[in-house]
């Protein structure tokens, strides 16, 4: 990819949605004063409004998502683009598959299995060749996870300790609010696996984005709803952990990394996701409540009486929570592993701001600069469908420092 031939270091699609609106913000206020950001949507109006609250003067580019031509012409004219615009399975195939063939690097916002893997099967080989490097899910969904083991991984093997074995990621501490967006996406998946049992099958595979599912070693099940003591993940851990919402996505895109670097991690890498639910005497039948809400949840959105009646209670596409909740929002996930060596190990990312948008809007702004602005740094790749650790690696993690997000590894 030449940038001499690019009009635009970074376009951000969907700059007039409610987190493409931070990321703007965000780039507006923290990127370099000669980064060259465009603002992309379907409504001139509305982006030129966002644009007007900005104080910018970036150019404005209209491309609807289902209109391959111009999001052919949006593609090409950028080094980077930032889409927020889902759910990306009904909203986001064409802009990929524009950026997978103008060699223009993409980041976004998923947390959808089957895109994921559609994205994959479609845009890996023609990304490869045209050397674009298309990087799904940098928000929290899936930064903290992908990244986290990142680095836990490099503070194992800069003490030579072997490779990393059972690997637990805890969510230790977290406020923040839920977005329609986010509902929404998961109302498609829903939608789409309950008429297709092929497309149920493989979102339920924890291998479902593998790079190749038979050279993937056999560990047995991995439950994405498991119960754990604390004590069972680290010694010093005390109550119960309850499942995490998000960890039947990110178990996965963690795993694809792993694989896409030669199972780096380890052949017998094993990774979960889990909540902390306080230290109490009732935190195990918290966790239990957890894990039953979840399930009522999927349940509740798959049987059409029930999901007119949570469609009225749930924030609808656009909506999100207020300033004031994004504003003292925070999350904190610590990572535990055994090596190979028999030592542990932790890392922890932590940040301020709500997880899902203050903090996702920072993620994904920095991954788009780091893509546009860091390239010497970035991992050797020949291009394609990678992950955040694969696809841009320690330019992220410098990045994310310097805009306040904690990171640490070492020895426990």
């Known amino acids: 990819m030449s940038a001499s031939v690019r009009d635009h270091d970074v376009v951000v699609y969907g700059a007039?949605?409610?987190?493409?609106?931070?990321?703007?913000?965000?780039?507006?206020?923290?990127?370099?004063?000669?980064?060259?950001?465009?603002?992309?949507?379907?409504?001139?109006?509305?982006?030129?409004?966002?644009?007007?609250?900005?104080?910018?003067?970036?150019?404005?580019?209209?491309?609807?998502?289902?209109d391959a031509t111009a999001l052919g012409r949006l593609a090409g004219s950028a080094r980077v683009v930032l889409t927020t615009v889902g759910p990306y399975a009904k909203y986001g195939r064409e802009l990929a598959r524009a950026c997978a063939r103008a060699g223009t690097d993409y980041v976004d916002l998923t947390g959808e299995v089957l895109f994921a893997r559609a994205s994959i099967d479609e845009n890996h080989e023609v990304a490869?060749?045209?050397?674009?490097?298309?990087?799904?899910?940098?928000?929290?969904?899936?930064?903290?996870?992908?990244?986290?083991?990142?680095?836990?991984?490099?503070?194992?093997?800069?003490?030579?300790?072997?490779?990393l074995t059972d690997t637990t990621l805890v969510v230790t501490g977290f406020r923040g609010g839920i977005s329609g967006g986010t509902i929404d996406s998961m109302r498609h998946q829903l939608d789409v696996v309950r008429t297709d049992r092929r497309l149920r099958r493989l979102a339920a595979s924890p291998y479902s984005l593998s790079p190749d599912r038979a050279a993937e070693p056999d560990l047995g099940p991995q439950d994405d709803l498991v119960i754990l003591r604390a004590a069972e993940v680290h010694p010093r851990l005390r109550g119960s952990l309850a499942p995490f919402v998000m960890a039947s996505y990110n178990t996965r895109v963690v795993r694809r990394s792993n694989a896409l670097r030669?199972?780096?991690?380890?052949?017998?890498?094993?990774?979960?996701?889990?909540?902390?639910?306080?230290?109490?005497?009732?935190?195990?039948?918290?966790?239990?409540?957890?894990?039953?809400?979840?399930?009522?949840l999927v349940a509740g959105l798959s049987v059409p009486a029930t999901r007119v009646v949570l469609d009225?209670?749930?924030?609808?596409?656009?909506?999100?929570?207020?300033?004031?909740?994004?504003?003292?929002?925070?999350?904190?996930?610590?990572?535990?592993?055994t090596t190979t060596a028999g030592s542990r190990y932790t890392a922890r990312m932590r940040a301020e701001g709500d997880p899902g948008y203050a903090a996702t809007a920072v993620m994904l702004s920095e991954a788009a600069l780091a893509l546009a602005l860091d390239r010497d740094a970035l991992p050797p790749s020949a291009g394609g469908v990678l992950t955040p650790a694969a696809g841009i690696g320690d330019a992220l993690v410098a990045r994310l420092r310097a805009a306040g997000i904690e990171i640490t590894a070492g020895r426990a």
């Open 128 to 163: 490869r060749d045209t050397g674009a490097r298309i990087v799904h899910s940098c928000g929290f969904d899936s930064i903290p996870s992908d990244i986290g083991v990142h680095v836990l991984h490099q503070a194992v093997q800069a003490d030579g300790a072997g490779e």
């Open 312 to 337: 009225r209670l749930l924030p609808k596409p656009g909506e999100g929570p207020s300033e004031r909740t994004r504003r003292h929002g925070h999350f904190t996930v610590d990572l535990f592993t």
């Open 16 to 66: 007039s949605g409610f987190v493409g609106a931070l990321v703007a913000q965000h780039l507006a206020e923290h990127a370099p004063a000669a980064t060259r950001v465009a603002l992309g949507g379907r409504s001139a109006e509305r982006i030129e409004a966002v644009r007007s609250r900005l104080g910018v003067d970036w150019p404005v580019l209209v491309a609807d998502a289902t």
């Open 262 to 296: 030669g199972w780096a991690y380890g052949r017998g890498f094993r990774y979960r996701e889990v909540m902390s639910v306080g230290t109490s005497p009732l935190s195990p039948l918290l966790a239990a409540a957890t894990k039953v809400g979840l399930g009522a």
